[in-house]
C-alpha cells in the first residue's frame, strides 16, 4: 500500500473540511497524494464525476499548506492546464471554496485569453501559487524573455481532459511547452487527468518525461455503467438522411418527462434544425435552447449559465459542449444521430448525471437505418466498456517551428541542447536532427532553396553561438500569432439595417457555410429564419423571414468519421443474423431483404455490388469507413475507371458506403486491381496536389509555422473593398517552385490524416484484398436505397473548376439564344 | 428581343484559347495568361505584375515565397516568345513598392532587361509604383495610346471607350450547379477593358464588388481565366464573394 513518511497524507485540517461537508476523501484522491510525497509523476484516468479535478488539486493543496512560513511566497507552485477557457475560469472559483475554508492563504488565481490586461501584468510581476490557465496563454508564457526565472520554482503541473488533447496539434505544442517547464524547472512533477479510455498507456507515453514508466497510473473507480437505450422508432426507420425528423415526437416526449436534457447532434445544421423542430412541436413552452459554435460567444454564455442556474429543460449542443463546467441537473443524454465513435459517446453520456454511484442514462435516436445499426453497436461497445482512443501521433513540425520561434523569443538557446529538451517531448523523440535543423532554417529564413532572405532573417545567431529573436519587433509579432489552433476564416452574421448597412451580430459562420444559397433565400440560423440579403467583406446581411419552409443548405452528415472500431462492430452485428432481434421490424426486414435479392457480406469481406438503372451503370461498395475515407477512395477510383475506358460520371459517399456511376458497365472489371493498394502511390499524388484539401491543410501550417500571419490576408482596405490575397496563390508558387518545402510536406501529412484520412483508406484497401465479394445484379439492393437517395444533395467534387466554367458558359450561350 | 451576346460584344474565340475582341474597332485578344495582345500594333499588355511582393512581405516578417518575382517574369517570357511582340506595356503596379527595385535579384533584373532589349518597353506607373524605375530599362508613362486606345493604370468612372486598364484585379466567382470557382479575369461591356492582374502573388477583387460600378454602360462580360482558353461568361452567372 501507500506509504507515508513523515506526514499522514492528509493533514488534519483537510480531513476535518472533508468531514465537515459530509464527504470521505475517496481512495483514487489519496492515492494521488501519496504519488506527491513520493515525488512521482502521475497519471489519474477516472469517470466524469470522480472528483478527478479534487484529486488533481489536493496533492498541491496540502503541499502548499504545508510549507514553512518563511517560504510563503516563493513564486509559481502548481500550474493547472485546462484545454476550454470556461473551465478554467469555472476551476478557480471549485478552488476558491476549500482554501477559504480551510483558511489555507493559498493564491489561486486563472489566466485566459479573456483575463484583463492589469491582471495579467500583475500575475506576471506576482505570481500566485496556483495559476489556472490553457494550452494556448503557457505558449505565450514560454515566450516571454524571463519565463525561465518565472518557471524556476514550478513544483508541479497538473494538464486537465488530457484525453481531449494529447493527440492534436495542440498536444503537439503542450508536449513541446511541458518539455521547456521541465528544463526550468528540472524537479517539476508532471500529473494528468483523464476520462476513462482504452490504452491509458497511449497518454501515460505522452505525458512522460522520458519513457511512459516514468508515469504512475492511478486509476478512480469504475463508477455505474451508463443505462443506454435506442430509440425504436414507432414511427418507421428512414431509409436515408441525417435529422431523425421521423422521430422529433417521440424526442420531444422524452424530454417532457425529464428534468433537463442535453440533446447532441454532430453539425450545426443539425442543431438548428432540432431545435426547430422541436419548438415546433413545444405545446408546452418548455425552456429549450440551442448551443453551437457559430452562435456569438456572448449567446453562449447566456445559455450556459441559465443551465447552470437549472433553468432549462433542453439544451440542443454540439460537440461545444463536449467538455465543460459541471451541471449536475442534467438526468439525460439524447443523442441524435448517429454516435461516431463509443468514446466521444461516453464522454457525452457523462454530461448527465454527475454522481457517480446513480448510473448516467442516454437515449440514441438513429436517423437511418444503417445509424440504426451503428447505434445498437455502439451500446454494445459501451455496455462492454469496450472504447476507441486517439493513437499516438508524430508531432507536427509546423508546430516545431512556431514552438522554435517562441524559445527564440524567450531566451537565446544552444542548438544541441535545443534539439535534446525537444527531443524528450514524445511527439517529437523519433525527431531527425536533419529535420530539426530544417525548421530552424524555415524559422529563420523560410527554409526556401533560393537563399535571397538572409537579411530578413528572423532568428538570428549572436556571437554566443545561441540563435535569438532578431529584435522586439519579430518577437511581438510572434506572440500576436501563437497556437496551434488555426479556426477557418469566419464572417459575421448581421442583420441587415437600412439601405444595407450591418446592424447588429447574431452570430458568426466559417466560410463556405453558406456556400449553397443565393441571395434571397431563407435559412435556419441561431434558432430563426432569415433571409440572405447579400455578403459584404467580412459580414453576411440577413433579415428576418416568417418562411415556415426555410431552405436548408448542404447537411454534410457528421464531421466526425465513424470510428474504425465502431466501424469493425456494425460489420459484425449485420453480419451474425442472431443479433437481428435487437432491430426494431422495419430495419430487420430490410436485413433480410438485402439477403434475399443480393449479399450480406461477412465481417472479412467487402461487399461490392453492380446494376444497371436507367442509362446509368452503377457500382457500390460498402466498406464502413467513414465518409473521409470513402471520398478519398472515390476521387482515385474515378481516376482508375476513366483510365479503363469505363467513363466514369459521378460518385456520391457517406459514412458507409460510396457509388460511383458510369456510362459503361462496370461488372466485367478486375476488381482486385481496381481496389490494388498501389492506388494510394501516384494516382494519389497527382490527385492530391491539386486538390483545395491540401490549399487549406497549407494555410494552416503556414500560420502554425508562423511564415504567414493570422490575419493575413483579406483586411477591408481603406476603401472598404477587399482584395483578397489568398494564400493558395501562395501554395500554387511554392509549389511550382520548390515541390520539396518542409511546409508542403507538413500540409500533406495534415491532409493525408485529417481531410483524406489516408491512412485509413490504407488499412481498409489492405483489409479487402482479395475479399471483395462481387454481387452482379439487375437492379439496385435495399443497401444501395440510401447512398442512391444522396445522389444530387451534394455538390460534385472539387478539381471541378474547369467543368464549371464550361457550364456556366453554355448557361449563357442557352439564355440568349431562348 | 434577344441579342446573341457573341455578336453584342463582338467575341470571338481563338484557336489558342485566348478570347477576341474589338474595341474601337481595334482587335484585341484576351489570352488565358491575362495579357492582352494587340496585334496589328504588335503591343503586349500585362497589368498589376507586383514584382518583389513576396520579400515586401519578407523585410515586414513573413517569410512569403521568394519565387513569385520569377515566376511572373517566366509567364511574361513565354508570351513575348509566343508572340514576339514589337512593344511591351506594363500597365501599372509594376513593382509592389518603393523600395521593390532594390530588393531586385539580379538574375530577374537581367531577364528584365533582356525583355526590353528586343523591343521597346513601357512602364505605365500606377498607385504602388508612382515613379518611373530608377535602373530598369524602358519608358515611363503615366498614360499611352496605341491605335487610339487609352492605356492607363486606373480605370476612370464615366465613358472611356478604348481606355485598357488594370488596377482593380478583377475576379470572378462562377456559380453552376456543380459548385463554385474563384479566377482572375478580364472584364469588358466592348468599350473598355480592365485587365487581370498578372503578377503571381497580386490577389483579386470581385467583379460584383462597388468598385466596378459606374465604369461600365451596360452589364460587362467576364473573360474567365481557365486552364487553357478563357471562358466568356455573363453578368447573371458572376456570384459575389
Known amino acids: 500500500m501507500i506509504e507515508a513518511k513523515d506526514a499522514p497524507l492528509l493533514p488534519a485540517a483537510f480531513a476535518s473540511w472533508f468531514a465537515g461537508r459530509g464527504w470521505t476523501p475517496r481512495s483514487h484522491q489519496l492515492a494521488m497524494i501519496a504519488k506527491a510525497r513520493q515525488g512521482r509523476h502521475a497519471l489519474l484516468i477516472a469517470p466524469t464525476g470522480g472528483g478527478k479535478t479534487l484529486a488533481g488539486f489536493l496533492p498541491s493543496l496540502v503541499d502548499l499548506a504545508e510549507r514553512a512560513p518563511q517560504d510563503s511566497s516563493p513564486g509559481l507552485h502548481t500550474l493547472y492546464i485546462s484545454p476550454l477557457k470556461a473551465l478554467a475560469v469555472d476551476i478557480e472559483r471549485n478552488l476558491a471554496a476549500p482554501i477559504a475554508d480551510m483558511g489555507l492563504g493559498i493564491s489561486a488565481e486563472s489566466r485566459t485569453g479573456d483575463t484583463g490586461l492589469a491582471r495579467r501584468q500583475r500575475q506576471r510581476v506576482r505570481p500566485p501559487d496556483m495559476l489556472i490557465t490553457t494550452p494556448e496563454q503557457l505558449t505565450l508564457l514560454c515566450a516571454w524573455p524571463g519565463a525561465r526565472v518565472y518557471f524556476e520554482s514550478l513544483a508541479c503541473v497538473i494538464v486537465d481532459e488530457i484525453h481531449a488533447i494529447h493527440a492534436s496539434k495542440r498536444g503537439d505544442l503542450l508536449a513541446l511547452d511541458l518539455a521547456r517547464l521541465q528544463q526550468f524547472s528540472p524537479k517539476l512533477r508532471r500529473v494528468g487527468l483523464s476520462a476513462t479510455v482504452d490504452d491509458p498507456d497511449v497518454i501515460r507515453n505522452w505525458l512522460a518525461p522520458g519513457s511512459l514508466d516514468d508515469i504512475d497510473l492511478v486509476r478512480g473507480p469504475s463508477g455505474a455503467a451508463p443505462i443506454v437505450e435506442v430509440l425504436l422508432s414507432e414511427g418507421r426507420v428512414p431509409w436515408s438522411g441525417h435529422t431523425a425528423q421521423h422521430a422529433m415526437a417521440e424526442v420531444y416526449d422524452v424530454i417532457r418527462r425529464s428534468r433537463t436534457a442535453l440533446v447532441f447532434v454532430n453539425t450545426r445544421f443539425q442543431a438548428e434544425f432540432a431545435f426547430q423542430e422541436l419548438w415546433r412541436l413545444n405545446e408546452d413552452n418548455l425552456p429549450i435552447a440551442l448551443h453551437h459554435g457559430s452562435l456569438a460567444a456572448e449567446q453562449r454564455r447566456k445559455v450556459e449559465a441559465a443551465m447552470a442556474r437549472g433553468e432549462l429543460r433542453a439544451v440542443v449542443a454540439t460537440s461545444t459542449l463536449d467538455l465543460g463546467v459541471d451541471w449536475g441537473d442534467v438526468d439525460l443524454v439524447i443523442q441524435l444521430a448517429s454516435p461516431k465513435g463509443a468514446s466521444r459517446m461516453v464522454q457525452r453520456i457523462g454530461r448527465a448525471n454527475h454522481r457517480m454511484d446513480e448510473p448516467s442514462r442516454a437515449l440514441f435516436v438513429p436517423a437511418n437505418r444503417f445509424e440504426m445499426l451503428e447505434c445498437q453497436a455502439a451500446r454494445e461497445a459501451i455496455a462492454e466498456n469496450r472504447l476507441d482512443g486517439d493513437p499516438a501521433r508524430t508531432g507536427a513540425l509546423d508546430v516545431l517551428a512556431q514552438h522554435v520561434m517562441g524559445c527564440a523569443c524567450s531566451e537565446p538557446f544552444d542548438l544541441l541542447e535545443f534539439y535534446n529538451e525537444v527531443s524528450t517531448a514524445a511527439p517529437y523523440r523519433n525527431l531527425t536532427w536533419e529535420d530539426f535543423e530544417a525548421i530552424v532554417d524555415l524559422v529563420s529564413t523560410g527554409g526556401y532553396a533560393l537563399r535571397v532572405y538572409d537579411r530578413f532573417r528572423r532568428i538570428v545567431v549572436g556571437e554566443d553561438g545561441r540563435w535569438r529573436a532578431r529584435n522586439a519587433e519579430v518577437a511581438q509579432r510572434h506572440r500576436l500569432n501563437a497556437g496551434a489552433i488555426v479556426s477557418p476564416a469566419t464572417l459575421n452574421v448581421r442583420v441587415a439595417g437600412r439601405r444595407g448597412v450591418p446592424g447588429r451580430k447574431i452570430g458568426e459562420v466559417e466560410e463556405g457555410y453558406l456556400e449553397m444559397l443565393e441571395p434571397g433565400d431563407t435559412f435556419v440560423f441561431a434558432g430563426q429564419v432569415w433571409k440572405l440579403v447579400g455578403v459584404t467583406n467580412l459580414d453576411v446581411l440577413v433579415s428576418a423571414a416568417a418562411d415556415r419552409d426555410p431552405k436548408m443548405p448542404s447537411w454534410g452528415g457528421s464531421k466526425f468519421a465513424l470510428s474504425t472500431f465502431l466501424a469493425k462492430r456494425v460489420r459484425e452485428l449485420m453480419y451474425d443474423q442472431a443479433r437481428w432481434e435487437v432491430l426494431p421490424k422495419d430495419v430487420r426486414e430490410w436485413l433480410q431483404a438485402q439477403a434475399d435479392h443480393s449479399v450480406i457480406p461477412a465481417e472479412s469481406e467487402m461487399l461490392l455490388e453492380t446494376f444497371p438503372r436507367g442509362r446509368r451503370h452503377f457500382m457500390v461498395c460498402y466498406p464502413f469507413e467513414g465518409r473521409l475515407a470513402h471520398t478519398t477512395l472515390a476521387m482515385l477510383l474515378t481516376r482508375r475507371l476513366e483510365r479503363a475506358g469505363a467513363a466514369p460520371l459521378g460518385f456520391v459517399c457517406n459514412d458507409y458506403a460510396l457509388a460511383v456511376w458510369a456510362l459503361k458497365p462496370l461488372d466485367g472489371l478486375d476488381f482486385d486491381a481496381l481496389f490494388h493498394e498501389d492506388m494510394l502511390g501516384d494516382d494519389l499524388e497527382d490527385w492530391l496536389a491539386e486538390s483545395f484539401m491540401m490549399k487549406r491543410a497549407f494555410k494552416g501550417c503556414a500560420i502554425i509555422a508562423g511564415l504567414i500571419e493570422r490575419r493575413f490576408p483579406g483586411q477591408p482596405q481603406k476603401s472598404g473593398r477587399q482584395i483578397t490575397f489568398s494564400t493558395d496563390l501562395i501554395y500554387d508558387v511554392l509549389r511550382r517552385h520548390q515541390p520539396d518545402h518542409l511546409l508542403l510536406r507538413c500540409a500533406r501529412e495534415d491532409a493525408a490524416t485529417g481531410l483524406i484520412d489516408v491512412a485509413r483508406l490504407g488499412q481498409l484497401l489492405t483489409r479487402v484484398r482479395g475479399r471483395i465479394r462481387h454481387a452482379a445484379l439487375d437492379h439496385l439492393s435495399p443497401f444501395a436505397v440510401p447512398i442512391l437517395l444522396e445522389i444530387g444533395k451534394e455538390r460534385s467534387p472539387g478539381g471541378a473548376g474547369e467543368m464549371i466554367l464550361a457550364e456556366a458558359e453554355s448557361d449563357l450561350i442557352a439564355e440568349a439564344l431562348a | ?241
Open chain 2, 1 to 241: 428581343m434577344s441579342v446573341q451576346p457573341s455578336l453584342a460584344y463582338d467575341i470571338a474565340s481563338s484557336p489558342c484559347g485566348g478570347l477576341w475582341i474589338r474595341l474601337l474597332g481595334v482587335r484585341a485578344l484576351m489570352r488565358s495568361s491575362g495579357a492582352l495582345w494587340l496585334e496589328e500594333a504588335r503591343t503586349l499588355i500585362v497589368a498589376d505584375l507586383h514584382l518583389e511582393k513576396g520579400s515586401a512581405y519578407a523585410s515586414r516578417g513573413q517569410l512569403l515565397p521568394p519565387f513569385d518575382t520569377g515566376d511572373s517574369l517566366g509567364r511574361l517570357e513565354r508570351e513575348a516568345a509566343a508572340l514576339d511582340p514589337q512593344m511591351l506595356v506594363l500597365l501599372g503596379d509594376s513593382f509592389h513598392d518603393r523600395m521593390s527595385e532594390d530588393r531586385l535579384a539580379p538574375e530577374n533584373a537581367e531577364r528584365l532587361q533582356a525583355l526590353a532589349a528586343a523591343r521597346r518597353l513601357t512602364w505605365i506607373v500606377g498607385n504602388h509604383d508612382s515613379e518611373a524605375p530608377r535602373f530598369m530599362p524602358g519608358d515611363a508613362a503615366d498614360l499611352i495610346q496605341v491605335q487610339g486606345l487609352m492605356l492607363r493604370h486606373e480605370p476612370h468612372s464615366g465613358p472611356y471607350p478604348g481606355e485598357v486598364s488594370g488596377h482593380l484585379h478583377p475576379c470572378a466567382r462562377v456559380a453552376a450547379s456543380a459548385g463554385r470557382v474563384r479566377r482572375r479575369c478580364f472584364v469588358t461591356d466592348g468599350e473598355r477593358v480592365i485587365l487581370p492582374a498578372f503578377g503571381a502573388f497580386a490577389g483579386g477583387l470581385n467583379i460584383r464588388d462597388q468598385a466596378f460600378s459606374g465604369l461600365f454602360a451596360r452589364q460587362p462580360i467576364a473573360a474567365v481565366l481557365g486552364k487553357a482558353r478563357v471562358h466568356a461568361i455573363g453578368w447573371r452567372s458572376l456570384a459575389p464573394d
